[in-house]
């Protein structure tokens, strides 16, 4: 690769202090990812200066940042996606102990300048960054005082953003009674530094207390889920698939969306039925049956998709797609969305419906019906829906369809 002192990187100059303005989230966001993208490229060669450029962009990551708006977590989420991908080749690369040094005092000195704790997720795992036990331990023993300062002292308020540094360095040197002392010490304790405590004692073999520990966790403000995420890790670990399903696989589950978290569970629990997993789901979930449909269409359980979104309200607008995606290959399921969709519609139902929206699902609904050869007994349904009260919803559809609806074939005989 060259020279360590010559290389250019590319990064540095899109990275200088101040470099986004306030409204630059979405750039920052895309330097970011192009700077881990050119870091990765150049530590699978050289994994040394790979590192040396994780910590140049680690130092210049707040002060090229400091004045964007970052309100709406994006900016947030992205740091922390890049030190997930940056830490690990400090941790691998095979540095001397002067380079090692050198590194961390560089990387301590940008977590001391960082502004909003954008490294915090480097604190936490700074023993592994030591490189080495021995190193870990010294960094352990220099901390140590001043976290337990921080924590006895009584006045609240008190912090050190070397905490987790702190603790981290006990854990990986493998001083556990003392890190479990003084974790006994913070005057209101909080899983992120809990945890270390947790895997403290899966280092001693102590799964059963890990557990326990991890329970006695919980509290105000506290992370939940993550909680039982790493309980359920630990009994997945001990072969307990069933308890850890029971007790913490539905709890544990995260995700953007309802499919996502059912994938997340069926991704960890590929012995279940998908059936029961989604029954299961949907059971912790009262009162937002409807918004589990489109999982239930993924899995091509139309019935229970229907039924779903029948039992509470399910949008409009996802009802009237699955009705246009499936009138050739379910033409029942698709009339069923349809009929659905105007149902909820006809309740008000929806985000920013238009009049569009209403004569998209009937159409959609008529389509499905002539493959069914019900157009007749379908738009005496729709009629009923229509004429079922005065209700300013009721009415919206009603004029939406004005004009629209078909007259059953025995009204035109009639006439």
């Keep these: 690769m060259g020279n360590h002192k010559t290389y250019k990187w590319t990064f540095p100059s899109r990275f200088r202090t101040g470099a986004y303005s306030w409204k630059a989230s979405r750039l920052a966001c895309q330097r970011l990812r192009e700077a881990v993208s050119e870091i990765k490229k150049v530590a699978k060669k050289d994994p040394i200066l790979g590192a040396e450029g994780a910590v140049r962009l680690m130092e210049k990551v707040w002060p090229a940042l400091q004045h964007v708006d970052s309100s709406s977590g994006a900016l947030g989420s992205a740091v922390n996606k890049a030190l997930d991908a940056l830490i690990p080749i400090i941790v691998k690369a095979p540095a001397d102990d002067n380079t090692q040094s050198k590194w961390l005092d560089r990387l301590w000195q940008a977590m001391e300048d960082d502004g909003v704790d954008y490294l915090s997720p480097v604190g936490d795992r700074w023993g592994e960054i030591c490189g080495s036990v021995e190193v870990a331990r010294r960094w352990a023993d220099d901390l140590v005082s001043t976290l337990r300062s921080c924590w006895t002292d009584p006045n609240p308020g008190s912090y050190f953003h070397g905490t987790t540094a702190c603790l981290s360095c006990l854990l990986v040197s493998g001083q556990h009674q003392e890190l479990l002392e003084l974790l006994e010490l913070e005057r209101y304790p909080m899983w992120h530094s809990r945890r270390y405590g947790v895997e403290t004692l899966l280092a001693l073999g102590k799964k059963a207390e890990a557990i326990q520990y991890a329970e006695a966790s919980r509290g105000l403000n506290q992370p939940n889920s993550v909680i039982d995420q790493a309980c359920e890790e630990i009994l997945i670990s001990s072969g307990l698939h069933e ?173």
């Excluded at 009262?286 to 091509?300: I, S, V």
């Excluded at 008529?366 to 300013?392: F, G, P, Y």
């Design 243 to 415: 308890e850890a399903y029971q007790r913490y696989g539905l709890s544990a589950a995260v995700g953007n969306s309802y499919i996502a978290r059912f994938r997340a569970v069926a991704k960890r629990y590929p012995m279940k039925e998908p059936s029961q997993i989604l029954a299961d789901l949907v059971a912790t979930t009262p009162g937002e049956e409807g918004k589990w449909f489109a999982t239930a269409k993924d899995l091509k359980f139309y019935d229970l998709a229907l039924e779903l979104a029948n039992r509470t309200p399910c949008d409009p607008k996802t009802l009237t797609r699955a009705a246009r995606d499936y009138v050739d290959t379910e033409p029942a399921f698709a009339l069923g969305s349809a009929m659905t969709a105007l149902l909820w519609l006809s309740e008000g139902w929806g985000y920013e419906v238009t009049s569009s929206d209403v004569v998209e699902a009937y159409d959609r609904a008529m389509d499905a019906a002539a493959r069914l050869k019900k157009v007749d007994e379908v738009t005496d349904q729709i009629r009923q829906l229509i004429e079922s009260n005065e209700s300013a919803s009721v009415l919206f559809v009603r004029q939406s369809l004005h004009g629209r609806m078909r007259m059953p074939r025995s009204s035109v005989n009639e006439t």
